[in-house]
């Protein structure tokens, strides 16, 4: 792999107390005077500067370059460079490259080759003392002969018999690797290639979808930015310097943009005939569904608007790309509260399985913000912003409880009691009967007293292991309240991991 680079390039590498590469051209790094040459060991006589010149018939006639055409496709082409006198005609000096250049390249590099090898033709002999020893071989040195000729030499071999050294040695000229070379360039292009589109993701800090999701992970969901798009990955780091892939998603996500404010629902969960939204999803396609598909099935027509989960009946086209969501079942998978107060051009997200993805995660890392990229497969992770993120652990956190009723007795002792809710799947028919699985570790509670129906004074927390807590007359006169009056609370369903879950607001 580094001899291709060393053709192309002009490079030469050396070892010492290390591995050296150098570019050819450099300038001399020494200078050797006659009186330095030439030296020895005994008595023997021999030329200072010993000057060797080879004939040309051990030459090719013609340099051939092999290489793939970046004009042409990467198609192979092959350029020469011919001796214009030879000796031995027809011999040719194969070299085949497998790295991507233009004509004009691959012609300057048979120019360069033919023309080196022809200087290279004249070689020298250097023997100096150990004033010299810090010469090795690539570098370039000019040295003096017995008429004040100078000769710009480059070494190639060292023999170290210290204090005597050595030098095998070539004539040098760095002209001759900067070639203007001309060459046919008449190619035309069979092909494009396309450069993959960035990627548009979101990161999804929401209830879990599926039971298999329940972990303390959270969602991911993406799609390119056009065509074409081979997929992507989703990278985490903890600086912004070092980044990990926690994931691939090989499939395009349907997300975009509410171009509508959707309105508020207080009512039950029943389908909300009122209100619409509108949606943008760039690349997405929406379908309608029946009524009994939707009440059988909470993964067909589901939507994240906002931070709410809902079911659309009807998806009907408006334009491209553009549709109105309408006959929705709202409230899904715990979001009542997000069934309020929604804001105008809110992210909306189809909640399928195409282009989602699971980002697992340690207990631990709750709460704590990260980096977070979304990498199309194929560019470089620098080049893409990163977007902060903080998983917050929603995927584990209990819906709120339902039915809170309050009994009293002759002295208005107040038992409160509800009914509880699961993250998990339910089975409410069927000859197994019903299965209401509990998703957290234990059973346990917490319902707080409020002042008054602003809720922003608490005057008692109550705990709780099973849905049914007391609250005596003589505590609701420590409080402050006169027993018999309505009391306000909220309840909460315990989580080991991310403690309350989303509340239960009532008057009782």
């Not at 011999?91 to 250049?101: F, L, P, R």
């Not at 071989?137 to 000769?151: K, Y």
């Not at 979101?202 to 959270?218: M, S, T, V, Y």
Request: hydrophobic share 35%; charged share 20%; aromatic share 8%.
């Amino acid at each position: 792999m580094l001899e291709l680079l060393f053709t192309t390039h002009y490079i030469e590498m050396t070892v010492s107390d290390k591995i050296y590469f150098r570019p050819r051209g450099s300038a001399s790094v020494a200078d050797i005077p006659y009186e330095d040459l030439g030296a020895g060991d005994g008595d023997e006589t021999t030329e200072p500067l010993s000057i060797t010149q080879r004939t040309d018939i051990e030459l090719p006639a013609q340099v051939s370059v092999t290489y793939p055409n970046t004009d042409n496709d990467y198609q192979i082409d092959t350029q020469f460079s011919d001796r214009l006198v030879s000796s031995v005609a027809g011999t040719v000096s194969q070299v085949q490259i497998a790295i991507g250049m233009t004509a004009e390249e691959a012609k300057g590099v048979a120019d360069t080759i033919n023309l080196d090898q022809a200087i290279a033709l004249v070689g020298a002999k250097l023997k100096v003392l150990g004033d010299y020893a810090e010469l090795e071989p690539t570098d370039v040195v000019t040295a003096e002969d017995r008429d004040g000729h100078v000769f710009t030499l480059r070494l190639v071999k060292r023999t170290d018999t210290y204090p005597l050294l050595e030098f095998d040695a070539v004539l040098e000229d760095s002209s001759v690797l900067i070639n203007e070379s001309v060459t046919n360039g008449d190619y035309t292009p069979s092909g494009t290639v396309d450069v993959n589109v960035p990627t548009l993701w979101r990161l999804l800090d929401i209830p879990i979808l599926r039971d298999a999701d329940d972990d303390a992970g959270f969602y991911a969901v993406a799609k390119g930015d056009g065509t074409p798009w081979p997929g992507a990955g989703i990278y985490e780091s903890p600086d912004n310097v070092s980044y990990t892939l926690d994931a691939a998603i090989n499939t395009r996500g349907v997300f975009g943009t509410c171009l509508t404010t959707l309105g508020d629902w207080t009512g039950p969960r029943v389908f909300d005939e009122v209100n619409t939204v509108r949606v943008n999803i760039p690349g997405g396609v929406a379908s309608s569904y029946t009524r009994d598909e939707l009440l059988n099935d909470q993964s067909k027509g589901a939507w994240l608007i906002g931070n709410e989960v809902l079911q659309a009946r009807d998806a009907d086209l408006v334009s491209t790309d553009v549709y109105d969501l309408s006959g929705l079942l709202r409230g899904g998978r715990g979001t009542e509260w997000a069934m309020v107060d929604h804001g105008a051009a809110e992210r909306c997200v189809m909640l399928q399985g195409a282009g989602f993805t699971r980002i697992v995660q340690e207990t631990s890392d709750l709460g704590i913000a990260a980096y977070y990229k979304g990498v199309t497969a194929g560019r470089s992770v620098s080049g893409v912003t990163a977007e902060v993120f903080t998983n917050n652990g929603v995927g584990k956190k209990p819906f709120s409880p339902f039915d809170l009723r309050a009994s009293r007795d002759g002295s208005n002792n107040i038992t409160f009691t509800w009914q509880r809710r699961t993250r998990r799947s339910t089975r409410t028919i069927g000859a197994l009967g019903i299965s209401i699985p509990l998703g957290e570790a234990t059973e346990a509670y917490q319902l707080d007293v409020y002042s008054d129906g602003t809720y922003t004074t608490v005057l008692r927390t109550i705990s709780a292991t099973s849905p049914t807590a007391a609250y005596s007359a003589a505590d609701q006169t420590t409080d402050g309240l006169t027993p018999g009056d309505p009391v306000f609370v909220r309840v909460y369903q315990m989580s080991q991991i991310v403690n309350r879950g989303y509340a239960l607001e009532q008057a009782a």
